[in-house]
T-cell receptor, first 111, second 120 residues
Framework: GEDVEQSLFLSVREGDSSVINCTYT??????LYWYKQEPGAGLQLLTY?????DMKQDQRLTVLLNKKDKHLSLRIADTQTGDSAIYFC???????????FGTGTRLKVLA | GAVVSQHPSRVICKSGTSVKIECRSL??????MFWYRQFPKQSLMLMAT?????????EQGVEKDKFLINHASLTLSTLTVTSAHPEDSSFYIC????????????????FGPGTRLTVL
């Protein structure tokens, strides 16, 4: 099946690092994405990684990809209260431009 | 760059009426646009893929006669919910994939802010 799974909730203290995990299903996915959604809003692209990469860093964000285990993670360094939102991973199915979204992880940052 | 807008942002209608939602790519041309539906506290479910100048491709279980999609230009796609019923109440989000060979990158989709539909 095409299920992309994430843990539902994550709570961290301001200033700590957050790690959001995702497991995907299509081993031949070419791109994997992380999106942020604030309440009542659309999706904001945070970062994406090409399948031939193991890691990508962009300021406070670090993406790790383990293709063997089909596992993707997003680490947010120095988490701030403004980072509180729902985070979705998504895989782009091989040979298409279709995305399959994960279940979403609700991140709550405590002051 | 890469801004996608949706209109309206929120709509309330009576059961049995039809509602049209517009999705526009403001600063790029989009070969393909996608329509998603999101139920409260759930993920996005792809409804259909819309290519400019051709018929939309619907995902399994999505009624094409109920959710009419028109992609008339490289910057505009519309979703019409026909004879809406309360169970059609949801958050509808569109996304756009830039035209090949241009900027921004075609590697990703750019999402609109969503339209909240409430059917009474």
């Amino acid at each position: 099946g095409e299920d992309v799974e994430q843990s539902l909730f994550l709570s961290v203290r301001e200033g700590d690092s957050s790690v959001i995990n995702c497991t995907y299903t299509d081993s031949s996915s070419t791109y994997l994405y992380w999106y942020k959604q604030e309440p009542g809003a659309g999706l904001q692209l945070l970062t994406y990684i090409f399948s031939n990469m193991d890691m990508k860093q962009d300021q406070r964000l670090t993406v790790l990809l383990n293709k063997k285990d089909k596992h993707l993670s997003l680490r947010i360094a120095d988490t701030q209260t403004g980072d509180s939102a729902i985070y979705f991973c998504a895989e782009r199915l091989s040979g298409t431009y279709k995305y399959i979204f994960g279940t979403g992880t609700r991140l709550k940052v405590l002051a | 760059g890469a801004v996608v807008s949706q209109h309206p942002s929120r709509v309330i209608c009576k059961s049995g009426t039809s509602v049209k939602i517009e999705c526009r790519s403001l600063d790029f041309q989009a070969t393909t646009m996608f329509w998603y539906r999101q139920f409260p506290k759930q993920s996005l479910m792809l409804m259909a893929t819309s290519n400019e100048g051709s018929k939309a491709t619907y995902e399994q279980g999505v009624e094409k006669d109920k959710f009419l999609i028109n992609h008339a230009s490289l910057t505009l796609s519309t979703l019409t919910v026909t004879s809406a019923h309360p169970e059609d109440s949801s958050f509808y989000i569109c996304s756009a994939r830039p035209r090949t060979g241009g900027e921004p990158s075609t590697d990703t989709q750019y999402f609109g802010p969503g339209t909240r539909l409430t059917v009474l």
